[in-house]
Every structure is written in structure tokens, then in C-alpha cells.
């Protein structure tokens, strides 16, 4: 089955205030919408609906890794835009997520793919615990039993023609999709949700979201520490820069100590050893190899186990180069190939005081630290 994700985000966040809408607004270090966008990446085909004044700030946050779609005036009509754009994509199956619910987790998305093997539509929900009262005017006018009673989540999942044909067939609007489903007919099953997939609704919910995400977060710090010497030569290569000097660094690959220190550290974060165990100078294949093959391939090994690099500190220590006047592109070029911001990214120098080999000008030392965020 090939299941696409849609995640609508056109709404305008009223009940949250807060200046922007709450699916921009920043979740422990990316915006609402990120976190809910990341939750589905694994899949072959995510559409993102927003609102076509944000159209350009989603193009700025999301590249070419989503589908972007315009919304509509409410809801429905957002969902719709997005099965509308996905028709005769060949999708089997979609799962339609609200981007204000950026908790949601694999295990939960996994048991709603997994329910439609079955049905043409499941959806996650939690069963009601509370007692349920009617009230007016701040006094409690009535009671009504809970019994068979649940709180809707998402994301909810469909068979993609029939999810399409009941929102072609019902363009008058409803709270969720599953309302559209049933007015169309089709069954729908109730999976278990969660309690952590809270949507965010007002403003509180900002702080509660952050608790739950600041419990499950898994955050690693590695380190890594590297030398080269110098030999005869008219440059070195420092963090993917070439910085003329009247020496080179001798080692396997292109001696980038920087990037390697940096690279160690990725891999240490994860406890997945070092350079030489993913590439061991023994194979001639790395010799004279550029250094950024290492750091990318530690970059996508932590993409694909969940994390995401938050930042990273590489120091260079020698006495010559000075680093000072390239540290900047030095930074840009570690983010480019880790694909992260450059403002997440430090490069620093600092003399050994002409002690020890770094002062005696024999090589050039460094020691980076990087931290993996778990998405
Ligand atoms: N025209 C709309 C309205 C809502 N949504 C999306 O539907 C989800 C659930 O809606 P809700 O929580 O009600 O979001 P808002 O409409 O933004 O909130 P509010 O009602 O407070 O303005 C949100 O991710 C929201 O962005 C949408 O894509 N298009
Ligand atoms: C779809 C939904 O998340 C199910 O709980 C919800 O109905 C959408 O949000 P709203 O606050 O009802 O607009």
C-alpha cells in the first residue's frame, strides 16, 4: 500500500493568540509545524496545506520535502484542496493529520496504517474518563453519561478514492474527516490515541506540549577530537575551506581535521564509533577522500535514527593559520553538508601558547562537540 500524509495547516490559530499562528509558533526549538511534519517524513508522500499568505515562509521551512498546497476558508475545504492535488498520484491510502498536533508519534501512525487493512477509514481516539456535565451561566445544568463516549484525534485514515469521493460528495463541511467518511456511508474504526497527541488550541497548551516533549526528548552530546601533522605543501583544507599556508596536512583522506573531530562527535553522540570503523584507512578507496563524505554520511546516519543535530562547536588549535577571517564560511559550509541552519553551527581558533606540538607548529589539533535532538 502506498500511503501519503496530509497535514492542514491553513488555519489561523485565533484561540491561541499569540501574534502568529500557533502552527509557526516554536515547539522547543522548531515551529508546531515542524515537529508535526517530521512525524510523517518516513512516508513517500507528505502534503502540507497552509494558508496562501504563508505559502513563502513554507517553501523557506520545508523545501522541496513537502507538497505545498493553499487552503481553504475552513477545514473541509483545506482537506480537500489536498486529496484534490493528490489525485492520480497512486496513492492507496491517506492519513489526515491537524499540524496543530505536533506530538503525535510513529507508534500510534503505525496502528492506523496498520487498521486500514481491514476498513476503508480508522481514526485514533482516547475514551472518555471525566464525568460529563451540561452547563449555562457558570452552573452545572445537567449530566450525560460517558459510557461509549471518545475524544477524536488524529491523523485519521482513509482508503484515498473513497476519503476523495466522500469529500467531493459533501462539500458542505464538518469538524473531521470521519464525519465526512460517515456521511458518505463507510465504516470507520477507533484505534487507540494518546494522551501526549494534544492539539493545540489555546494558549496554555504551548506549555503542557513543551512538558510532554521536554519528558520524551532524547538529547545525546558526543565529542570528538582529531590531530594532524604538517607536512610540505602550499594549503591546508580546515572544515571544508582551503586556507593557503606554507605547510599542508599530511593524512588518508584530505586531513580535513576539523571535519573529522566534528564527525567523531556525530558518531559518538549516537555510540556509533568513529571514521575508521564507517570508513577504515585500510580501504584505498578513502585515500585522498574529501572529508565531507564522512561528515554527511554521520549527518544521514543520525536522520535516519530519529535525530536531529542541534548544534555544533568545532575548535581548531594551531598557531598558524590564523582561522579568525574564514570561521564564518567555515561554519556555512559544516551546515551546508550537515543540512542545518549556520546559526546552529560555531567554528573557533585558539593558539597552544607555542606549548606542546600545536605551539611547535608540528600539526593541528581540534575537538568538536555536537548535540542529536531526537525529532
Ligand atoms: N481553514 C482551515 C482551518 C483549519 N485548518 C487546520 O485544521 C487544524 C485543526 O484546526 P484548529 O485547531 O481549529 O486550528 P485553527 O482553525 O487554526 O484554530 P482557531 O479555530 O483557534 O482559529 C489546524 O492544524 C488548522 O491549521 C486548516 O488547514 N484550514
Ligand atoms: C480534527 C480534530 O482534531 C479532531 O479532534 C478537530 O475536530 C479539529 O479541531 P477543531 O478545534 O474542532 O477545529
Given amino acids: 500500500m502506498t500511503v501519503a500524509a496530509i497535514i492542514v495547516a491553513a488555519g489561523r490559530g485565533t484561540r491561541a493568540g499569540g501574534g502568529e499562528p500557533k502552527q509557526w509558533r516554536s515547539l522547543a526549538g522548531q515551529s508546531v509545524l515542524a515537529h508535526s511534519v517530521a512525524a510523517f517524513a518516513h512516508l513517500p508522500r507528505v502534503v502540507v496545506v497552509l494558508h496562501p499568505d504563508d505559502m513563502a515562509r513554507g517553501v523557506a521551512e520545508f523545501g522541496g520535502r513537502v ?46 496504517i496498520a487498521a486500514l487493512n481491514d ?55 464538518a469538524a473531521d474527516d470521519v464525519e465526512i467518511a460517515r456521511r458518505a456511508g463507510l465504516p470507520v474504526a477507533i484505534v487507540a490515541g494518546s494522551e501526549d497527541n494534544l492539539k493545540i488550541t489555546y494558549a496554555a497548551d504551548f506549555a503542557r506540549a513543551e512538558q510532554i516533549l521536554g519528558a520524551k526528548m532524547d538529547v545525546r552530546l558526543g565529542n570528538g577530537y582529531d590531530v594532524h601533522a604538517f607536512c610540505e605543501g602550499d594549503h591546508v583544507i580546515l572544515c571544508g575551506v582551503k586556507v593557503p599556508h606554507d605547510k599542508a596536512l599530511l593524512g588518508h583522506s584530505d586531513a580535513d581535521v576539523g571535519m573529522h573531530a566534528l564527525t567523531d562527535a556525530i558518531y559518538g553522540a549516537m555510540a556509533e564509533g568513529d571514521i575508521g570503523r564507517h570508513f577504515p584507512p585500510s580501504d584505498p578507496q578513502w585515500k585522498g577522500a574529501a572529508s565531507e563524505i564522512f561528515l554527511a554520511h554521520a549527518a544521514n546516519l543520525a536522520r535516519e ?30 551546515a551546508r553538508i550537515m543540512g542545518i541552519d549556520p546559526t546552529r553551527v560555531s567554528v573557533k581558533a585558539t593558539t597552544s601558547e607555542r606549548l606542546g606540538f600545536t605551539g611547535r607548529e608540528e600539526g593541528i589539533a581540534s575537538i568538536a562537540t555536537a548535540t542529536l535532538v531526537s525529532e
Fill in 67 to 112: 507538497t505545498l498546497v493553499a487552503g481553504g476558508a475552513n477545514r473541509s475545504d483545506s482537506v480537500r484542496n489536498a486529496l484534490e492535488a493528490l489525485d492520480g498520484a497512486a496513492m492507496t491510502r491517506v492519513l489526515i493529520h491537524d499540524g496543530a498536533r505536533p506530538l503525535v508519534d510513529r507508534a500510534l501512525i503505525d496502528r492506523v
Fill in 119 to 173: 476498513v476503508p477509514a480508522a481514526a485514533p481516539a482516547v475514551p472518555v474518563t471525566d464525568a460529563l456535565w451540561r452547563g449555562a451561566a457558570d452552573r452545572v445544568t445537567g449530566t450525560q453519561d460517558r459510557e461509549g463516549l471518545f475524544r477524536a484525534q488524529t491523523p485519521q485514515g482513509f482508503r484515498f478514492d473513497a476519503i476523495l469521493a466522500a469529500h467531493r460528495a459533501h462539500p458542505e463541511g
Fill in 305 to 334: 535514527k530519529g535525530f536531529r543535530i542541534a548544534n555544533a562547536d568545532v575548535t581548531l588549535i594551531c598557531e598558524r593559520p590564523k582561522i579568525g577571517p574564514h570561521a564564518q564560511a567555515m561554519a556555512e559550509e559544516l
